[in-house]
């Protein structure tokens, strides 16, 4: 009964910390006494070995508790999970083993009953199971007297020595009754030793208290859960009571110890709390966990656990954890002092006012402009800045504006400093949250951007001007006159576009170098400055229209626009006037240079009605005037300028219809005069463009020539004969000598031969097997690599055959010195045979000179039969014409290889 009520009493007043274990502890000894009394007290053998099994349940379980007990006292609560992990497992196997002992017999194997005492007892044979239950129950207590004993020597009290007693009773007991001296014979007196050791075991852990009885707590469980450590002090420097969190600072020892004992790690804890530091609100460093934290600690002095120790009062310290808010105010003062070093560093001025327009901060670089440092502008406004209250109240507008709508803000302002130096400053505004109780303000950051501006300015003239002459440039002159059509249309007056080009101008660059050039370009601008007046337009229009704008295209090309003109003829006269001012010699230091000028003329919306038409016809009319007559001026000629056009969109169609594979070839047979044999064919281009139809060599071949287009067509032509070649031979078809025109830019290219070379390996047609034709204008040039591209052809094997021979410029030396295989006779001269005597003898000399020279001859155009008779007679080697054969597509002219067709 006495342990039971200790056992109820503690759980009542229960510390977090040991009281709940030695509330188990004091019960597992109330059933362990209890049922040692009940099996003394049973008539019965089966009464008796019940209460026996009841019994073991105390002594499993006393063990286990009363070191938790030991360890909750000592706060190492961080061994209980460890040790119940083994100890629970060890007290069910144990009391399993006593209960089903029945069935194993490994507890107590024989059971007898002792009568000849007082009291009944029982004699018990044990097994292995019971030295097992035996050795793990005693090796629990020695365990926690020893862990006490080890922790109490470091404060010994009388306490411990009360506890150390309650470790011995049972074991005394035991032994008095093993020994036989028990008062009652065959009486075991280890539960009477239990209530010894309960009763010890409750007066001492009772004594030393808790935090919660200490000052006299209800909610025990909270205040055990509260992160804050919580110390209880008293006036003789003991710490009676600490809270979990607490227990973790202090050294591994009982309480209540002297603050040197417990807090010699904590030299500047155990100062404060010596009396060393005395101001409250202390911030104190401890060290825990191998990592120093600093805390925040205060002292309280409750009246209710006072009231009752007028002799020992106590104080109670709570710390708390500050070592993030001070690492965070740490981290703040240090980013404000690198803050106010980096807009220090900035030199455009950065500031930040509040919604009252009050400065939260400011760099030098602003301040300096008011004859503060950045720290005298804290807590001052715009108007204690501006004398003059508009520009105050301005200011304050544009910053209302800006928190209002919390959008950014930027303005560009001149601002004149007290020297009176104007500046131009870019200002930008942005939100500025700074607290979140309080509404936004603004920080702004001001850029001076004079410089920029003026540079801008400098490269706007240069973007727009020509730098030789300082007329506008070909992009200012598009945007003026952009603007001028868009003019023109509205009011509907005229405008005139003319293109003036320096004639022979390339001569002085040549002779004199470019250094003249130049400044002969810069005299021009000049001369045209001044030849050209406000008075070319028509009186009465907005003086915005009356701009006479002169503009440098590039090279010697200059552009005029008269923004109003009352009709064609006012254009006339201007270019009239400009054309006499040219007659006057340019002097360039000591040098007369004497240069004429061209021009070109259109008138919108006459000529056209957009920029770029306006701009091309006018070219167009130039390009008339300078093929006709140099040093005048002309219109736009719809007529002229339509051969121009069809030139132009031929050379566009060209350039398409190699990426379209427009291009078809035919043949066109070449017989022997003498036995009417095929002896070759000439290959000859056709064209039908998907947008301009069927075009005829005669008109697209000079396009190509001049546009050199005719290089890439060269190559496609050869090329597709190669194949056609190489895919006859396939067949099985004797194929005689292919002729493929080639023309002068062909001669002087640089890729001709690796271009022949590469046709010649991919097709494995080789170079007799092609005859090349040649005009004579194509050779007129005196040029080495002419001679060096024939040669070359010649070595590979490949026949030279001079096309056309005595229309174009007829030389002997050419013949000589190109050494041609053939020569063709011009169809313009077969004509004339058997109605020209002036042709036939032409013709008949022709021939009898080839032959002198041991040349053969090609009549070209033979259409009668008249014409072939004759050829035959004078001993012309072959012909062509549409009397033989017309030109055949590939497949047609297959089947002259087929039949080997000949001709009477």
Not at 677 to 683: D, I, R, S, V
Request: with cysteine.
């Amino acid at each position: 009964m006495v342990l039971g009520g200790l056992s109820a009493f503690t759980w009542r007043s229960r510390s977090a910390t040991f009281g709940g274990a030695l509330s188990l502890f004091l019960a597992a000894a109330t059933v362990w006494v209890l049922a040692a009394a009940a099996e003394h007290m049973a008539p019965t053998i089966a009464g008796k070995v019940l209460a026996s099994k009841l019994q073991y349940l105390g002594i499993l379980t006393l063990p286990a508790a009363s070191v938790c007990m030991i360890l909750g006292y000592l706060s190492l609560e961080k061994w209980w999970r460890p040790f119940l992990t083994l100890a629970i497992p060890a007290v069910v196997i144990g009391f399993g083993l006593v209960v089903s002992n029945d069935i194993h017999y490994w507890v107590w194997s024989e059971i007898e009953l002792d009568s000849s005492g007082l009291i009944p007892m029982l004699i018990l044979s044990h097994g292995p199971a019971f030295w097992m239950i035996n050795i793990v129950c005693h090796a629990e207590m020695f365990f926690a007297f020893a862990l006490f004993f080890v922790y109490s020597l470091k404060n010994w009290r009388v306490e411990s020595a009360l506890v150390c007693f309650g470790f011995s009773a049972p074991w005394i007991a035991n032994l008095l009754y093993v020994s036989g001296l028990s008062p009652i014979a065959n009486l075991d007196m280890t539960p009477f030793g239990l209530i010894v050791t309960g009763v010890c075991f409750a007066i001492s852990f009772h004594s030393v208290g808790s935090i919660f009885s200490t000052v006299n707590l209800v909610h025990r469980d909270i205040i055990e859960s509260i992160a804050d450590l919580i110390l209880v002090v008293d006036e003789r420097k003991e710490i009676l009571s600490a809270n979990r969190s607490a227990r973790e600072l202090l050294a591994e020892h009982p309480l209540p110890a002297h603050i040197d004992v417990l807090l010699a790690h904590h030299p500047q804890l155990h100062n404060y709390l010596q009396g060393g530091l005395q101001s409250d609100d202390q911030d104190v460093e401890v060290e825990m966990g191998g990592i120093t934290k600093t805390f925040d600690i205060k002292a309280v002095h409750p009246e209710d656990a006072n009231r009752g120790n007028r002799g020992n009062r106590m104080t109670v310290y709570v710390l708390r954890d500050a070592t993030s808010q001070r690492a965070f105010q740490s981290d703040l003062n240090r980013h404000r002092q690198q803050l106010r070093q980096v807009i220090d560093i900035i030199p455009h001025p950065i500031y930040a006012r509040d919604a009252q327009g009050v400065f939260l901060l400011a760099n030098d670089s602003y301040s300096r402009d008011y004859g503060f440092s950045g720290e005298e502008m804290y807590g001052r406004t715009v108007d204690d800045l501006y004398r003059n209250p508009n520009e105050a109240d301005q200011i304050n507008a544009d910053d209302r504006r800006v928190m209002k709508t919390l959008q950014s803000s930027t303005t560009e302002e001149l601002y004149k400093n007290g020297n009176g130096e104007s500046r131009i400053y870019k200002t930008t505004k942005v939100p500025f949250i700074y607290d979140d109780s309080a509404p936004a303000g603004i920080v702004a950051m001001s850029i001076d951007v004079t410089q920029e501006r003026e540079r801008e300015s400098q490269l706007n003239v240069l973007a727009t001007t020509d730098p030789l002459t300082n007329l506008a440039n070909r992009r200012d002159f598009q945007r003026v006159l952009d603007k001028s059509l868009a003019r023109a249309m509205k009011s509907g007056h005229r405008i005139a576009l003319l293109s003036l080009d320096l004639d022979h101008f390339k001569m002085v660059n040549d002779n004199y170098g470019h250094p003249v050039g130049d400044e002969v370009l810069r005299q021009v601008a000049e001369r045209l400055r001044d030849n050209l007046r406000s008075g070319d337009h028509i009186e009465g229009l907005p003086a915005a229209s009356h701009q006479v704008t002169v503009s440098r295209h590039g090279g010697d090309e200059f552009m005029v626009l008269l923004p109003n003109v009352a009709a064609s003829i006012d254009a006339a006269r201007v270019a009239r006037r400009l054309i006499v001012a040219f007659e006057d010699p340019f002097q360039v230091g000591s040098d007369l240079l004497q240069l004429g000028v061209s021009i070109g003329i259109a008138v919108s919306p006459d000529d056209g009605k957009t920029s770029e038409t306006l701009l091309r016809r006018c070219d167009q009319a130039l390009t008339n005037v300078k093929r006709v007559l140099r040093g005048s001026f002309e219109f736009y000629n719809a007529e002229l300028s339509a051969v121009e056009e069809r030139r132009h969109a031929l050379e566009q169609a060209l350039r398409r219809a190699l990426d379209r594979d427009e291009f078809t070839m035919h043949y066109q047979p070449i017989f022997d005069t003498q036995t009417s044999a095929l002896c070759g064919a000439e290959a000859l281009l056709r064209w039908e463009s998907a947008e301009l139809g069927i075009v005829a060599p005669d008109e697209f071949i000079p396009v190509a020539e001049e546009s050199g287009v005719v290089v890439r067509v060269g190559e496609v032509v050869l090329r597709s004969v190669c194949e056609q070649i190489a895919h006859w031979r396939i067949q099985g078809y004797l194929v005689p000598t292919i002729s493929v025109n080639l023309s002068a830019r062909q001669l002087v290219d640089l890729d001709f031969r690796e271009q022949v070379e590469q046709v010649f390996r991919s097709t494995g047609v080789q170079g007799s097997d092609i005859e090349f034709e040649l005009t004579e204008g194509s050779m007129l040039a005196e040029s080495r690599r002419v001679d060096e591209t024939l040669d070359w052809l010649r070595g590979i094997g490949a026949s030279l055959a001079l096309d056309d021979f005595g229309t174009g410029y007829s030389s002997l030396s050419h013949i000589r010195r190109f050494s041609f295989q053939r020569l063709k006779i011009d169809r313009s001269f077969v004509l004339g045979l058997g109605v020209s005597c002036e042709d036939e003898q032409l013709v008949r000399g022709v021939i009898a000179f080839a032959h002198q020279l041991n040349i053969a001859t090609v009549a070209e155009g033979v259409e009668t039969e008249q014409q072939l008779q004759i050829l035959k007679d004078e001993g012309c080697n072959s012909a062509q014409g549409y009397l033989l054969g017309h030109p055949e597509s590939p497949d047609l002219f297959e089947r002259l290889l087929e039949v080997g067709e000949q001709v009477s």
